[in-house]
């Protein structure tokens, strides 16, 4: 059985983490190395260097659809593998991540059928009556969210090997939720030589009460579909209210689940004891969305947006407003956003959601290196995701980190010059800070924007940016 050491920190604050986890008792710099590391050979090894550039200095003006939510899609697909058949998802968005988990979902022993749609991808996914239990190194180490084949696998099958996840390197980021959970559940959790191990004694889960101890999103995802196989009643107590998690739970309705109570913060499953596939339609992503609207604000541009989950995007909407931007609705789905005043300085602090996202903090960032005055943004989710500010100092802004707080002096001109993206949100940061600075920005490491949206060169071509991919 795991044990908890008190010897890991994050934010100042002390918590638990499995102490058999090499990926945890390692330094910080060397789980970046380690990250680096997986996805540069695995880009070396796939498509060569390709880099991004952007020449500065247009007003982005037009329509932009939206795609299907990254963070939505890769929960629906992983729990996938409760049900035998095949299972249809639509609006699926081209991207690197859900090239990652067909992967491994084929490693599994599913198979995959993607056709394109003319609003994404439509996946047919045919999970069999044999399923391997084990998610290998080679394949999970390219994105952490494949630890969300874990909970489907265990309910399953009665046992999963997962291998402990990769992914951006913006933090910790333990599974030491998940495991509890799942203990929590009846599970026997060993870590062996970097892997998870979980068997369910009997052959299968039983439900409980679970009580995170803060709120995880990949956590209450993973138990929400453990705990749809399990046999009785599982509550989740200080469960995660993402939309995120909304649109998993819908998924699992879809195929007989009984939950109750997902986007608040106690969920209640009633197992059952099989489901079957269904039809799913993949919810656009709010992160996308919020991305677009601040590429608009900032460039004092005009940008009609289609597809948007505008009731998901309150926290941004507000402070956008109260920086000077204009953001009208135009429905349910459609919006307006445009400026054409000074912005103003806007502080902040990330948070769960309904707060502002934490996915939108490095491109709020980039906002208000152009506000004229100083504002501060206190990063509360991740200990580590200011590693963009190097990146953006390098283009001339004028930034300060002390802490877990950010200062940003404004407004500062911008000019182009050659930086490295270090994660997925980074990428955009970088994307959008070239659209306002002088002369031409070149953004190495862009895999990373290819984990997560869909064809972000074309779509912002397609309203006035000169954007272009390059090999070194």
Same mark, same amino acid.
Not at 412 to 437: Q, Y
């Given at each position: ?18 102490? *058999? ?7 910080? @710099? ?34 932009? *659809?939206?795609?299907? $939510? ?12 409760? /049900?035998?058949?095949?299972?249809? @998802? ?36 045919? #999970? ?20 969300? #084949? ?7 099958? &009665? ?24 203990? %929590? ?25 679970? *009580?995170?101890?803060? #709120? ?22 200080n469960a995660a209210r993402e939309p995120e998690v909304v649109a998993l739970a819908t998924m699992l309705k879809a195929m007989g689940a009984r939950i109750t109570g997902e986007g608040t913060s106690e969920i209640t499953i009633e197992g059952v004891d099989t489901l079957k596939p269904a039809?799913?339609? !993949? ?6 969305? &919020? ?23 309150? %926290?941004?909407?507000? !402070?956008? =407003? ?33 707060? @502002? ?8 960032? !980039? ?14 989710? @991740? ?9 953006? /100092? ?6 300060? #980190? ?6 940003? $002096? ?5 000019? &182009? ?10 990428? /955009? ?6 659209? !306002? ?6 953004? =190495? ?16 071509? &397609?309203?006035? %940016? ?7």
């Open positions: 059985m795991a044990t908890w050491p008190p010897h890991a920190t994050r934010g100042g604050l002390r918590r638990r983490v499995y102490r *058999h986890s090499t990926l945890f008792d390692c330094t910080l @710099f060397d789980r970046i190395l380690l990250e680096t590391l997986c996805h540069d050979a695995h880009r070396a090894s796939s498509r060569g260097v390709e880099c991004i550039e952007v020449e500065g200095g247009a007003s982005l003006r037009g329509t932009v *659809h939206l795609s299907g $939510s990254k963070n939505a899609s890769l929960p629906m697909l992983c729990a996938a593998l409760l /049900a035998e058949g095949t299972h249809v @998802f639509q609006r699926v968005p081209r991207l690197r991540d859900i090239a990652s988990t067909l992967k491994l979902l084929r490693h599994l022993g599913c198979r995959s059928e993607v056709n394109a749609g003319a609003q994404g991808d439509v996946i047919n996914l045919t #999970v069999g009556d044999t399923l391997g239990d084990e998610a290998p190194y080679e394949l999970v180490c390219e994105m952490r969210a494949s630890v969300l #084949v874990l909970g489907p696998l265990l309910t399953r099958l &009665g046992r999963a090997k997962v291998s402990l996840p990769g992914g951006c390197a913006i933090g910790t980021r333990p599974i030491d939720q998940h495991l509890k959970g799942l203990e %929590a559940l009846g599970a026997r959790v060993e870590l062996h030589h970097g892997y998870v191990e979980c068997v369910a004694p009997g052959g299968r889960l039983r439900g409980g009460d679970v *009580h995170f101890d803060m #709120v995880t999103v990949t956590g209450t995802e993973n138990l929400l579909a453990a705990a749809a196989l399990a046999q009785g009643r599982t509550r989740l107590f039809v799913y339609e !993949v919810p656009p992503d709010r992160i996308e969305a &919020g991305t677009y609207m601040v590429a608009a604000a900032l460039t004092g541009g005009d940008l009609t947006l289609e597809n948007v989950p505008l009731a998901q995007l309150d %926290a941004l909407t507000t !402070v956008l =407003r109260e920086a000077g931007a204009e953001v009208e609705a135009l429905g349910d789905t459609r919006c307006r956003v445009s400026r054409s005043g000074p912005l103003r300085p806007v502080s902040l602090t990330t948070a769960p959601y309904p707060a @502002f996202a934490t996915d939108m903090q490095a491109q709020w960032m !980039v906002l208000m290196t152009q506000a004229e005055g100083e504002s501060t943004i206190s990063e509360r989710i @991740f200990e580590n995701r200011f590693m963009h500010v190097p990146e953006l /100092a390098r283009l001339g802004a004028q930034l300060s #980190v002390e802490g877990d707080t950010a200062t940003v $002096s404004g407004p500062t001109p911008l000019e &182009g010059a050659v930086v490295t993206a270090t994660d997925l949100r980074a990428s /955009a940061c970088l994307v959008l800070a070239g659209l !306002v600075a002088g002369g031409v920005t070149r953004i =190495r490491r862009v895999y990373h924007l290819d984990r997560g949206y869909d064809d972000l060169v074309g779509k912002l071509n &397609g309203v006035g %940016a000169r954007l272009k991919r390059v090999r070194e």
